[in-house]
């Protein structure tokens, strides 16, 4: 089932603007992942936090674990036209092979 | 060059008649999975594969399965499909189990 909530469901940004989005989800996690879509196609990896990360970066992406809380944010610095599309977080639960998928958020960068 | 591969990228078939996605993976992974994704949604798991060993999530339709025959293939069978199976199809595969999944481009399905 569902176990990730993303907010906002869609935001749209200038390029050279931050970008922020949020996930929340319900049950206790091994790892919190990132994904990217664009329109019409698969899902790309970003980013994975395990439960017992705070912070990671990867290039232009900073992602932020609270266990506490039980929410991520994905920061997207120094936006482009290309990172226009729909992002979306996953959870993975320990001893589990699933990842359950929130419904996204679609992010558009105005040139 | 594409990981996981999806055939084909579009597919229309007519209300009930059976219809067979395919996915394949150069990656010898061992989890492969299915999901299903409509328009502006969460993609919703299907079933998944460890191995052989088959596991069908509780909410999956009886109309959909699946077909593992060796490690590198995976079909998606719709024995008849409804109007409501209009979706994205997406295949995806892993190392090991829940950590980064590399997916397929997907296979939009029209019913018509």
């Known amino acids: 089932s569902q176990q990730g909530e993303e907010d906002p469901q869609a935001l749209s940004i200038q390029e050279g603007e931050n970008a922020t989005m949020n996930c929340s989800y319900k049950t206790s996690i091994n790892n919190l992942q990132w994904y990217r879509q664009n329109s019409g196609r698969g899902l790309v990896h970003l980013i994975l936090i395990r439960s017992n990360e705070r912070e990671k970066h990867s290039g232009r992406l900073r992602v932020t674990l609270d266990t506490s809380k039980k929410s991520s944010s994905l920061l997207i610095t120094a936006s482009r036209a290309a990172d226009t599309a729909s992002y979306f977080c996953a959870t993975g639960l320990s001893n589990d092979y699933k990842l359950s998928f929130g419904a996204g958020t679609t992010v558009t960068v105005r040139a | 060059d594409a990981m996981v591969i999806q055939n084909p990228r579009y597919q229309v078939t007519q209300f009930g008649k059976p219809v067979t996605l395919s996915c394949s993976q150069t990656?010898?992974?061992?989890?492969m999975y299915w999901y299903q994704q409509k328009s502006s949604q969460a993609p919703k798991l299907l079933f998944h594969y460890y191995d052989k060993d088959f596991n069908n999530e509780a909410d999956t339709p009886d109309n959909f399965q699946s077909r593992r025959p060796n490690t590198s293939f995976c079909f998606l069978d719709i024995r008849s499909p409804g109007l409501g199976d209009a979706a994205m199809y997406l295949c995806a595969t892993t190392g090991r189990g829940n950590e980064k999944l590399f997916f397929g481009s997907g296979t939009q399905l029209s019913v018509l």
């Open positions: 990656l010898n992974h061992n989890v």
